[in-house]
């Protein structure tokens, strides 16, 4: 049975980046609700808005770009004092660890988000399934 701190959500959206904005701000306001969260929600809240706001923009410019009739879907899990958060694309793919450091030199914009997801999560990994691509994100809440 789940505990009265349990959260799931799962949410789909058009493959479209105006829908970021509403993504990061329910994952933020998910962060300031947990009240057994003995660290900053305020911090944790912002750091679930960059790294879904991350993943999903790779999702949406990357995996499908220009491919409005497609979605993307976000689950947020938190049970105990772990988060999990998954992003479901229906792109073509990509191997996470052929991903290199950005360079922070170079002025661009590029690059950056999976190193940022890797630095803020605990686990990161990315696999293929029958639907399409799922991008998994783990952080220990203790």
């Not at 450091?101 to 940022?116: A, K, L, V």
Request: net charge negative; charged share 25%.
């Amino acid at each position: 049975m789940p505990g009265e701190t349990d959260v799931n959500v799962d949410i789909v959206v058009p493959n479209q980046t105006r829908y970021l904005g509403l993504i990061g701000n329910i994952a933020e306001q998910i962060a300031r609700e947990l009240v057994d969260y003995r660290g900053d929600r305020d911090t944790l809240g912002y750091h679930m808005n960059l790294v879904l706001t991350e993943a999903m923009v790779n999702a949406i410019e990357h995996a499908t770009p220009g491919e409005t009739g497609k979605t993307v879907r976000v689950w947020i899990h938190i049970e105990d004092d772990e988060l999990c958060i998954r992003v479901y694309d229906q792109g073509q793919g990509f191997d996470l660890e052929s991903v290199p450091m950005p360079d922070f030199d170079e002025p661009g914009e590029h690059g950056r988000g999976i190193f940022f997801i890797r630095t803020l999560m605990d686990t990161v990994t990315y696999r293929r399934t029958e639907s399409g691509n799922v991008l998994e994100m783990r952080k220990k809440l203790a």
